[in-house]
C-alpha cells in the first residue's frame, strides 16, 4: 500500500529478522556517507524534521518557563516552599474567644470573685462560650447565660476516667437532681451561696 | 466488636472514616499500569529484538498512549479543587513523589511516547496526507508536523533516533510506574503502603497488565478484522506474561511472607483485614483467581502442546484472569490502604457510590474512554498495514 | 496596685475593641512590638494527669475555628486497659469530644483521656508530600494549610500518622489545627487552651526562655504520640500511658 515500508526503514526484514541489503541507491549513499563524511544528501536536510521536533519540544520549555515566570503567586518561596501571603491570610482569622483579659477589662467583680476561689484559674469563656462578638460591641446585647446543671456535671460528674484528685461526685445521689447553683456559687465554688445566705449577704 | 452505622468496627481516629481516596485512584495506577506495560512490550521488539512479538509492535505503542492520555482524567476528577492542577507544575514541591509524577508524565507523553509513534508512523503520515482527502487529509498533513521528506536517508535517520528514543523510554515507562508504586510505597504513615519493594511489585504487576492488554487488544482486532492471529507471536507474548507475572507473584508473596514473619505492630490490623474485608478482593480475587489460576493456566502451555484454537482460548482466558488480578491488586492497595485506622484499633468500610463524581459510573466510562481512542488511533494510524504491503 | 492592673485591663480590653473592628493588617502595623516569627518556635504541652475529658477544647476549637460537624482539629479520647493487656486497649471518642463523655463506672480497668491535635511536627510528613506546597511550616513552627493555594490531592491526609487531616467539605480544601495562629500572633491563646477549666493543655513558646515549658519537660516524664514515625512533633505529653496510639 505504502511506498516505504517499516522493513525497508529498518533495514531489515520483519519475517527472517536478517538484516536487509536491499537498499535502494541513495539509502546506501547515504549508509557510505555517515561513515564518510562529505555528502550531498546530508544529515542536516534529512534530519530538518528532527530538529523542527526539537525545537518545537524546546519552545514548548521555553514559554513554560516564561509562563511558569508570569502565573507564580507572588511572594512564593521567600519563607519557604509556600506562599508568603499565605501566613497572613491564617493570621486574618476572626477571634472568637476575647480572652480573659478582655472580659475582666469590664466584668471587674466577677473576675476578682473568681480569682480568690477554687476556679480562679478558669477563664470565663470556659463557661460563658466565646465572646468577641459582645465584647467588640456591648451593646448588640446580652449573652445567654450557661445551663449551670449540665456545665457543672460535664466537670464534676464521677467518672473512673477522671484523674482521682479531681473533685467529682455522683448528682444523682449527691443532690437528687437539684440545680447545682441552688447551692453552690460557680464563681465562688465551695458553700459560698450557703454561707452567703446564712451570713445576710447577696 | 460492634458494627457502627457508619461501618466502623473498633476504634478510628474521628477523621478517618471517611475514606481519603476512591475507586478513581484505583484506576490511575491501574491505568499507568498498563501504559508502562504496554511499552515495555513494544520494547522488546526495538530494542531487545525479539522478533515474534513485532506484529504488535505499533499496537502496543497505540495502546500505551491511549490508556496515556486517560492516565490524568481519574486525578484530575478527584482532585478538590482541579482548576488549581497546573500549580503542580508552577511551583513542584521537590520532596513529593506527587509532585514529580507530573513532570514524568508529561516527559513520558512528550518525549517518549509521542516522538516514538511519530517517528515510526512518519512515512505514513506523508502518503496520507497526499493520497486522503477532506478533513482527514488535513490532520494528516497536520500530523506531518510540515516535513515531507520521506527520503530513505530520512526515514534512516528517524529509526535510529527512534531506536535511542526507546532506548530512554525503557528507564522512563519504569520511572513511569515505580514513580506510581513510590507515592503509596513512600507513605511511612501507612503499613500497608510502606514498603521498599511496592515501588518493584508496581512496576512488575504493571509489565503483567501492560502485556496481557496487549495480547488480549492483539486478539480481539484480529478477530474483528477478519485477520490471521499471528500464533508465533502470541504464543511468545504469552511466555513473557508467563516469566513476567511469575516474578511478579514471588514478590508479592516475598512481601505477604515477610509481613507475616516479621508480624509488627500493624501485623495483628493487617491481618484481620485479610480475613474480613479484603478476603474477597484480596485472597479470592487477587491471589486465586487473578494470578494462581492464569499462572497455572499459562504454566501448562509452557509444558505441554495444544492445538492453536486451544490456545488461543487459554491465553484469551489467563490474560482476563490477569486484568482481574492486577485490577484487584491495585484495589486492595489503594482502598485497602485506607480501611484500617493508623492506630491498628479499628476498621472503617468503603462506600462506592455509582453516579457520583468518585463513583462507579465515572470509573466504567474512564475505563472506556481509552478504548475509543485506542479505536480512533487504529483507525488513523493502522498499526498492522505493514503486513499488507509485504 | 490593684488600679495599676485595672487600667492595664482597660487599655488591653480597649485595644481589643479596636482591633476586632480593624482589618488584622492594620493590627500587625498598630502595635508597638509587631510580631516577629524568627522570636517564637510554637507548641504545646499536654498534662494527661489534668485532662478531665469534658470536652471544653474540641467544642472551643470548633467555634473558633468554624470545623465542621462530622471532622475534628482536636479531639478527646478515652481509653480503658484490661490488666496487662496494654495492646488492646479500647477507645472511644465520641464526636470528638465535643460534648463530654458518658461517665464511666468504676472498673478494674485503668482509664483516662487523651487530649490530641495535630503535632505541628518539624519534619512534618504532610509537608514534605504536598505536590504543590499549600501545606508548610511557618518559620514560627507551625504547620498551616495555604486554602486558596491547596489542590484537595488528600495525599497530606494520607500522610498524617495521626490522623488529624482532613478534608473540608465544603472548601475542599486540606483543613487541620492552625494552633489558633490567628490568636497566638496577637499575644493570645489558642481557643483549646483558653476554654481548658484545668490547665491540662497549655501553649507553648519553646523560643520564650521565660515560657513555663522548660520547667514542664525537665521535670516531668514526657513522651510525644508515636516517636518511632520521627515526626519531630511538638506537643508534648506529660504522663503519657504507653497504650495510647
Redesign the interface.
Known sequence: MFPVTSEHRRGNNPLTGQASNECDPACAKQARGDKGGSVPDSPLRNGAHLILLLAALLAGIAIFLVVRQAVIPEGFGLYGHYRAGALKDNRMKPVSFAGREVCAGCHFDPDEALRAGKHGKISCETCHGPQSAHAADPASGVPAKPNAQGLCRRCHESDAAKPAHFPQVASVSHSGGAACNSCHEPHKPGFAKIAGERSGKK | MLMGPTGVEGFMYPNEVELQWSVLIVLYPFITGLVAGAFILASLERVFKVEAVKPTYRLALLTALAFLIVAPLPLQMHLGHPERSFEMYLTPHRSSAMAMFGFIYLWYLMVVLLVEIWLDYRAEIVHRSQTSKGLLKFVYTLLTLGSKNVSPGALRLDDRVGYIVTLIGIPSAFLLHGYVGFIFGSVKANAWWSTPLMPIVFLFSAMVSGIAAVMLIYMAVSWYQKRPIDMRCLDTIAKYLFYVFLIDFSLEMLDLVHRIYEADESFHSLDFMVHTRLFFSQVVLQIWIGTILPLALLAVTQVRTFTEAVRRGIYASAGLLTMVGIFAMRWNVVIGGQLFSKSYLGYTTYKLEFATREGLLPSILLMILPFLILWTLVKLLPPFEERHSL | MKDLS?RQ??E???R??IL??A???AL?SAEPNPYS?ADHWWGMTIDI????????CAA?CQ???KVPE???RT?I????VQGDDYQ??????P??GRE??T?????A?K???VP?LCNHCATS?CV????????????DGVV????????????C???????????HPE???ADKC?LC???I??G??T?CA??????ARKLADLKDPKDPVHEFLRTNTIQVLKPQ?ATGSKVYYKNLDGAV?
Open positions: 485595672r485591663l482597660f488591653k480590653a480597649g481589643f475593641l476586632s473592628n482589618a488584622a493588617a500587625n516569627t494527669d489534668q485532662c478531665i475529658g469534658c470536652g471544653n472551643a467555634a473558633e475555628n462530622e471532622f475534628h479531639w479520647e478515652r481509653y480503658q488492646h486497649p479500647q477507645v472511644e471518642s464526636h470528638g463530654g463523655f461517665p464511666l463506672p468504676e472498673s480497668a482509664s483516662f483521656y490530641k510528613p514534605q508530600v504536598c505536590p504543590v506546597g499549600a501545606t508548610f511550616e511557618s518559620p498551616l494549610v495555604d486554602e486558596s493555594y491547596c489542590v484537595g490531592c488528600r495525599y491526609v494520607q500522610a498524617c500518622p495521626y490522623g488529624t487531616r482532613f478534608i472548601k475542599q480544601v492552625t495562629y490567628h490568636r500572633t496577637q493570645l491563646t481557643a483558653e476554654a481548658c477549666p484545668t490547665g514515625m496510639r
